[in-house]
Structures are given as structure tokens and as C-alpha cells.
């Protein structure tokens, strides 16, 4: 069964750095991109970027290029979305999400659970 | 860069009614590389379409997509409670549209 498990809730202050993180299983872990989607509170789905699990490329959004970092791990199946320096308007779910095919043009079709990320003086 | 215009923005219905989506691009898109997602509350969002037109694993064949080009549709023929939620297309594996909700009327 293909599974994606993200990291836990968190609750950080303005300032602070962030890597949360999403396991695959149950496939090929380098066969399928991920891709990562933010809903702010009330809000809809945003695309914020897509890495390529096999070699670590990655595509961003222009809306969040320069803010976040998206990696991977192979070794261990798992992705990272991360923040240097977090902003209260990064106070959000996030999602990460398999690509259904090998390209990173096709739709999402497995779906973490999300984590809700809270960034709060 | 493409942009979604996903309309109406709010859809009031019946159980038992027809519903009918709307997704326009902003340049033509590659009907091979077309979504559509519904999200409930509180949950992830799950992949309806695929292709334009192809359901995914599990969906029931009251939805149906259809549209090519600029021009994307999808329809859910007979509303049952559970169709209750927001849904979004989405091109090329990234961005999506807004979003349209539909309610009970």
C-alpha cells in the first residue's frame, strides 16, 4: 500500500528555521516525484514545488523560490521541506504528494496527511 | 506561466443534482497533464480525474471530465451528500485553480 507520512504539528516563532518531513512506502521511492502544496487557514491548494526523489532536481513556483527548500533523501524514502527563517504568513498545512507517473507533469495521486505548521510570537 | 479560472465560485445544489464545474487556462494545456481534486474538510485532497477525463482508482463513474485546450469541465451527474466539497483542477502537476465549493442548496 503507498503510504506518505509527514512530520508532526509544529509551533515556531518568527525567526526560527524548519524541516518537516514526508516518508514514502509502499513503492519505488526514486520512481515518482513529490511535490509540495500549501493551504493557508481557510484558503486553497498552492503549488509551491516538485523535487525528483532519483537525482534531487527540483522545479519551484516563482511565489516561493527563494523561500523554501525542497530535498530528499533516498536513502531513507523521505522528503524535506524547509525553512531558514520562518514568517507568521508561513502559517499554513502543508502537504506533500506523489506524482501518478514517472513525469513530473502528471497529477498528484497519493496525498500525506498534512502538517500544520504555526508561526506565532 | 498558465493560470486556472476555476467557476462558478460557489455551486448551491440539491442532493440528486446535476453539477457542472468549470476550469478555464490561460493558454492551452496538454489534456494528458489535466486534474481535478476534491478536498473535504479536513482532509487531504483526493484525485478525481486525470487526463482530463479518466477517473482515478475508486471514483464513481458520476464523475466525469471532459475539455481539451482552454477549456476543461467536470461534471458530477447525480449530487450524493458526500460530493459536498471544494474541488480544484490543476495543469502540468502544479498550479490550481481557486477552487469552486459545492453546497447544499
Known amino acids: 500500500e503507498v503510504q506518505l507520512v509527514q512530520s508532526g504539528a509544529e509551533v515556531k516563532k518568527p525567526g526560527e528555521s524548519l524541516r518537516i518531513s514526508c516518508k514514502g512506502s509502499?513503492?519505488?521511492?526514486?520512481?515518482?516525484?513529490i511535490t509540495w502544496v500549501r493551504q493557508m487557514p481557510g484558503k486553497g491548494l498552492e503549488w509551491m514545488g516538485r523535487?525528483?526523489?532519483?537525482?534531487?532536481?527540483?522545479n519551484y513556483s516563482p511565489s516561493f523560490q527563494g523561500h523554501v527548500t525542497i530535498s530528499a533523501d533516498k536513502s531513507i524514502s523521505t522528503a524535506y521541506l524547509q525553512w531558514s527563517s520562518l514568517k507568521a504568513s508561513d502559517t499554513a498545512i502543508y502537504y506533500c504528494?506523489?506524482?501518478?507517473?514517472?513525469?513530473?507533469?502528471?497529477?498528484?495521486?497519493?496525498w500525506g496527511q498534512g502538517t500544520l505548521v504555526t508561526v506565532s510570537s | 506561466e498558465i493560470v486556472l479560472t476555476q467557476s462558478p465560485g460557489t455551486l448551491s445544489l440539491s442532493p440528486g443534482e446535476r453539477a457542472t464545474l468549470s476550469c478555464r487556462a490561460s493558454?492551452?494545456?496538454?489534456?494528458?497533464?489535466f486534474a481535478w481534486y476534491q478536498q473535504k474538510p479536513g482532509q487531504a485532497p483526493r484525485l478525481l480525474i486525470y487526463g482530463a477525463s479518466n477517473r482515478a482508482t475508486g471514483i464513481p463513474d458520476r464523475f466525469s471530465g471532459s475539455g481539451s485546450g482552454t477549456d476543461f469541465t467536470l461534471t458530477i451527474s447525480r449530487l450524493e451528500p458526500e460530493d459536498f466539497a471544494v474541488y480544484y483542477c490543476q495543469q502540468y502537476g502544479r498550479d490550481f485553480g481557486q477552487g469552486t465549493k459545492v453546497e447544499i442548496k
Open positions: 493558454h492551452s494545456v496538454n489534456s494528458a497533464y
Open positions: 523535487i525528483d526523489p532519483s537525482d534531487s532536481s527540483t
Open positions: 509502499g513503492y519505488s521511492f526514486t520512481n515518482y516525484w
Open positions: 504528494a506523489r506524482h501518478g507517473g514517472y513525469s513530473a507533469y502528471d497529477s498528484v495521486d497519493y
